[in-house]
């Protein structure tokens, strides 16, 4: 039987037929059986898809083919069509929503004005050369670094990407302008725009990793920088990187050590719970609570 995998992928480059770039997508993925989320802005393309090897390559080398999508960095990881539900595919004013699309630039190049993009290695040269100086931020929503982060890394008090802005703008951070500042997140797309906001804001040293906690992780496993667990948007909730991780979570119930999310029994509630084996097992722990975190 043929195996199957998940790719993540982004490409910041200007779109300006939507609507034709969405319906090639579309018909691309249908005819290959992938299912996964797209999103489509004049910025770029932000995806992640799912199915047997054999289609996904296809469906890499065809993107490849459009002038715009050349550069697009897709990155390999464990999973398959049946993590995702459907193929959705989105246009929206931005490829992540901070809520500020008109100060995005992008040329085929990418972002203008972005974060220095580091390689795994080369984020810890930085920390070995500079050590305590160095700050890693955090550019996802809070909940998910409960189960994985970077070793000291500040995280925001965010619940969605559009809180970022407002955090920044509150001045809650000035103190950090002048020190070295790598921002990261799952695959890279977020701190793509996230560095370019900061540096916005008068951030002068600020850096992304290059293809984010996936790729870092991939290369270091867990003997490198980063802690726990990493959260991915799709059925398998987390990716653990090797069988040394260490577990950060707590679970909400018991405080028992966790990296499981699950979803609230309640279909009206859009929220995750944080649980032990032990009380997922419990059918009243899955019921609201004031603790859940907000997607």
């Known amino acids: 039987m043929e195996p199957e995998k998940v790719i993540l992928y982004y490409c910041f480059t200007p779109l300006d037929d939507l609507d034709a770039?969405?319906?090639?997508?579309?018909?691309?993925?249908?005819?290959?059986?992938?299912?996964?989320?797209?999103?489509?802005?004049?910025?770029?393309?932000?995806?992640?898809?799912?199915?047997?090897?054999?289609?996904?390559?296809?469906?890499?080398?065809?993107?490849?083919?459009?002038?715009?999508?050349?550069?697009?960095?897709f990155k390999w990881s464990e999973g398959t069509g049946e993590d995702f539900p459907r193929l959705r595919i989105r246009v929206r004013d931005e490829v992540v929503t901070f809520g500020a699309p008109?100060?995005?630039?992008?040329?085929?190049?990418?972002?203008?004005?972005?974060?220095?993009?580091?390689?795994?290695?080369?984020?810890?040269?930085?920390?070995?050369?500079?050590?305590?100086?160095?700050?890693?931020?955090?550019?996802r929503n809070a909940f998910e670094a409960k189960i994985g982060r970077f070793r000291n890394a500040i995280v925001p008090d965010v619940k969605t990407t559009r809180d970022f802005v407002r955090e920044?703008?509150?001045?809650?951070?000035?103190?950090?302008?002048?020190?070295?500042?790598?921002?990261?997140?799952?695959?890279?797309v977020r701190c793509e725009v996230l560095s370019s906001v900061m540096k916005n804001r008068g951030f002068n040293e600020v850096y992304q990793i290059d293809g984010g906690i996936m790729r870092y992780g991939e290369e270091f496993g867990d003997?490198?920088?980063?802690?726990?667990?990493?959260?991915?948007?799709?059925?398998?909730?987390?990716?653990?990187?090797?069988d040394e991780v260490v577990t950060l979570g707590r679970?909400?119930?018991?405080?028992?050590?966790?990296?499981?999310?699950?979803?609230?029994?309640?279909?009206?509630?859009?929220k995750l719970i944080l649980l032990c084996a032990t009380c997922k097992s419990d059918n009243i722990s899955t019921n609201c609570s004031p603790q859940h975190e907000e997607l």
């Open 21 to 73: 770039v969405l319906l090639w997508q579309r018909t691309l993925c249908e005819s290959l059986g992938l299912k996964g989320r797209i999103l489509l802005s004049p910025h770029g393309i932000n995806g992640t898809l799912g199915g047997p090897m054999s289609a996904i390559k296809r469906y890499i080398k065809q993107t490849k083919e459009y002038p715009g999508f050349k550069r697009t960095d």
């Open 223 to 242: 003997r490198g920088l980063w802690e726990g667990s990493l959260y991915i948007f799709d059925n398998r909730m987390n990716h653990e990187f090797s």
């Open 168 to 188: 920044f703008d509150s001045g809650k951070y000035d103190h950090l302008k002048d020190r070295p500042v790598v921002t990261y997140c799952t695959g890279g």
């Open 102 to 139: 008109g100060e995005l630039k992008v040329d085929a190049r990418g972002v203008i004005g972005g974060g220095q993009r580091l390689r795994p290695s080369e984020v810890n040269q930085l920390v070995a050369e500079r050590g305590d100086e160095v700050v890693f931020f955090d550019a």
């Open 251 to 270: 679970c909400e119930r018991c405080d028992a050590p966790t990296s499981k999310f699950y979803n609230c029994a309640n279909l009206a509630c859009r």
